[in-house]
């Protein structure tokens, strides 16, 4: 089925250390996203990407990197994970076209402790 | 900044009527409507592209007003699976592409 495809699903990390958390898409979008979501916040842009080989910051990049790896993966990295970053992480992609909303992943539930 | 909705909640019964508006203090050049159920992805519902435009997804429309900077969602007759929380949002545009920024969201609960 086309979509989006976010691994892993469920995360538990201790303090201080790393991961990466993987996104691709199989829709030939252009633009891709990182949003975290939590309680009574909405979702908050962590970082994007409009187009291959492009990376761009959003409201909340402090503690994350990103790797737009190719037109189809974009990777979010905590190189030394806080407990301020449990979350729910959402990534989303979008196409050219107007008229076209973004098409999110099905999201990481991810608890630092 | 994220744009403001209001209310923050809502509690109907099937077949009333609800509005959730949205307004923003930066000047919207689109507004997006998204909802999300209660553990899952957020899904797209209408996008409204010019000041003035109304959309309609089944009995759920949209109306923007450019000039005022506002969006109002209009829920008719609502129905159990309209519950949810419902995500008002603006795309950001500069230099290096566009990103939409989302409001706090309305959470919708419609009961039999």
Redesign the interface.
């Known amino acids: 089925n086309a979509g989006v495809t976010q691994t892993p699903k469920f995360q538990v990390l201790k303090t201080g250390q790393s991961m990466t958390l993987q996104c691709a898409q199989d829709m030939n979008h252009n633009?891709m996203?990182w949003?975290r979501q939590d309680p009574?916040?909405?979702?908050?842009?962590i970082y994007?990407?409009?187009?291959e080989g492009?990376t761009?910051k959003?409201?909340v990049p402090n503690g994350y990197n990103v790797s737009r790896l190719n037109k189809r993966e974009f990777s979010l990295r905590l190189e030394s994970a806080a407990p301020s970053q449990t979350s729910v992480y959402?990534c989303a992609s979008r196409g050219y076209l107007?008229?076209?909303?973004?098409?999110?992943?099905?999201?990481t539930r991810l608890t630092v402790v | 900044q994220q744009p403001v909705q209001s209310p923050q909640a809502v509690i109907l019964r099937e077949g009333e009527d609800a509005v959730i508006n949205c307004s923003s203090s930066k000047a919207l050049y689109s507004v997006h409507w998204y909802r999300q159920k209660h553990g899952e992805a957020p899904v797209f519902l209408m996008i409204l592209l010019k000041g003035g435009e109304q959309k309609g997804h089944e009995k759920i429309s949209a109306s923007f007003n450019e000039k005022k900077q506002q969006s109002s969602l209009y829920l008719t007759a609502s129905q159990l699976s309209y519950s949810g929380t419902y995500f008002c949002t603006y795309q950001e545009v500069n230099q290096a592409g566009t990103a939409l920024i989302f409001g706090k969201g309305t959470t919708l609960s419609v009961s039999s």
């Open positions: 633009s996203y949003y009574g916040m909405g979702l908050r842009l994007y990407s409009a187009s492009t761009d959003g409201e959402f107007q008229g076209y909303g973004y098409t999110f992943g099905s999201g």
